[in-house]
């Protein structure tokens, strides 16, 4: 496969500055995040090889507008990018889930009325397997958030999706998935958004 996968989280919003956890909610960039997501399109151009053969991209506003002010077309809006569902810890921080749940983390323990691991390690596999076709044609964009965009590199190098801890990927940041003489390869993690000269 001579082609890549790029993954490009949203840029910043008003609940990934106070950490609190995002996944339904529709929450639109700050002013900031605006920025982010324009600079995120040179750090694409600078290391895209010409256009890309499928931009896909969560339903979500933040992610949308990001793509939107990177310059990307999106070619399909997918509930399948959609965040991690945090269920009824969706808009809490992790401080205050561990005032009655000691230690907790997305990672590692469970998530009431929301996603389980298992079930996001599923979905990251279908995604992956969905693209590799038009990663054959092209460069592939995927446009979505940050727990979900950690667990599909997790997952592209064939490690479960709790094994996403060990991947950072900031608000704008891009990560780039290739491979090497036909093993999984991250080639660039957490490119952060660079201005144009």
Do not use: C
């Amino acid at each position: 496969m001579a082609h890549r996968l790029f993954l490009l989280r949203h840029g910043q919003t008003e609940w990934s500055v106070n950490g609190r956890h995002t996944g339904r909610t529709d929450i639109p960039l700050t002013t900031a995040g605006e920025g982010q997501a324009r600079a995120a399109g040179g750090t694409l151009r600078a290391v895209l090889g010409g256009s890309p053969a499928l931009v896909l991209s969560s339903p979500r506003t933040r992610a949308l507008r990001t793509a939107e002010l990177a310059g990307l077309r999106v070619d399909e809006v997918t509930e399948e990018l959609a965040e991690w569902d945090y269920g009824d810890y969706e808009g809490v921080t992790t401080p205050v889930i561990r005032e009655t749940v000691p230690g907790w983390t997305v990672w590692s323990h469970p998530i009431p009325g929301g996603e389980s691991a298992d079930d996001v390690n599923a979905r990251a596999d279908k995604l992956i397997e969905r693209v590799r076709e038009p990663l054959g044609k092209g460069d592939v964009i995927l446009v979505g958030h940050g727990h979900f965009s950690r667990v599909l590199v997790a997952r592209w190098v064939g490690l479960p999706s709790t094994a996403g801890v060990h991947f950072g990927l900031d608000p704008a940041g891009v990560a780039v998935l290739g491979d090497e003489r036909g093993e999984p390869q991250i080639e660039h993690l957490n490119l952060l958004p660079t201005t144009e000269d």
